[in-house]
């Protein structure tokens, strides 16, 4: 019986055993595509996110133009994305929207309406979320995908 890492007995030319180790590769099997984080994390990673990126903003003087906050904000939701679900895509563009909306637009410190301008930074926001998440699940099944090899067994240790 071939065990993977066991000792083989062999002959010496003096009619005596030896034990000899031959070393193999045990393969864990195929790695999945990775789980994307919980909805609650990412949650927390925008709002924390989001809070730190306006403060910085505001502390270099740059929240006089929202649409750099807003691009920035933007980054954030897609960046966040790509480890994110589908189904977080919306409180993520959410969260970031209102704390652009709080801190960076006037009047601050006023979560207000202003009709076509926040559906536009919605849509924008939901849509870096939205295409982050996509590419995220593209690129890690892409990895999946490539790390099985159609001419080896995905327990051999070649894939």
């Known amino acids: 019986m071939d065990v993977p890492g066991a000792a083989a007995p062999r002959r010496t030319g003096g009619g005596e055993e030896s034990t000899v180790l031959e070393w193999r590769y045990i ?86 309406w202003a009709g076509h301008r926040d559906i536009e930074w919605m849509a924008c926001l939901l849509s870096a979320a939205l295409v982050g998440t996509t590419a995220g699940r593209v690129l890690h099944a892409r990895a999946a995908y490539r790390r099985i090899s159609p001419y080896s067994s995905p327990y051999d240790g070649t894939g």
């Open 27 to 112: 393969a864990k099997g195929v790695r999945v595509v990775p789980e994307p984080v919980a909805t609650p994390f990412l949650w927390t990673g925008a709002c924390a996110g989001a809070f730190a990126l306006v403060t910085v903003l505001d502390l270099l003087g740059a929240l006089d133009r929202t649409g750099l906050a807003l691009a920035a904000l933007s980054l954030l939701a897609a960046l966040l994305g790509v480890r994110g679900r589908f189904a977080a895509a919306p409180g993520t563009a959410l969260l970031c929207w209102m704390l652009l909306n709080y801190f960076a637009a006037h009047p601050i410190g006023e979560i207000s």
